[in-house]
């Protein structure tokens, strides 16, 4: 079965970095466009990076821009997300998601808390 699992999430104060991993199994991982999506309490789930299959097109929700990185290693069925310069409002859940076609799965998600 498909299995997404997220990791790296944190507590981190105002102006610090983390790091987001998606380990992904079950599927052919080359094959498949890649993003992270977040929801804050109260929100709805937006979506924050996107990165496209195989040539690995990126593009940013305008909040993230300048500040979050999305890549992808094809060859360890993983992807990234470096948060830098983080802010309160950056505090949400952030889901992995694989998407193809009509396919579409989603992490458990990872907490991820800014604040001092």
């Known amino acids: 079965q498909v299995q997404l699992v997220e990791s790296g999430g944190g507590l981190v104060q105002p102006g610090g970095s983390l790091r987001l991993s998606c380990a992904a199994s079950?599927?052919?991982?080359?094959?498949?466009?890649m993003a992270w999506y977040r929801q804050a309490p109260g929100k709805q789930r937006e979506l924050a990076a996107k990165?496209?299959?195989?040539?690995?097109?990126?593009n940013y929700a305008d909040s993230v821009k300048g500040r979050f990185t999305i890549s992808r290693d094809n060859a360890k069925n993983t992807m990234y997300l470096q948060m830098n310069s983080l802010k309160p409002e950056d505090t949400a859940v952030y889901y992995c998601n694989a998407a193809r076609g009509v396919e579409n799965y989603w992490g458990q998600g990872t907490q991820v808390t800014v604040s001092s």
């Open positions: 079950g599927i052919i991982f080359s094959r498949y466009s």
């Open positions: 990165i496209t299959a195989t040539v690995g097109f990126t």
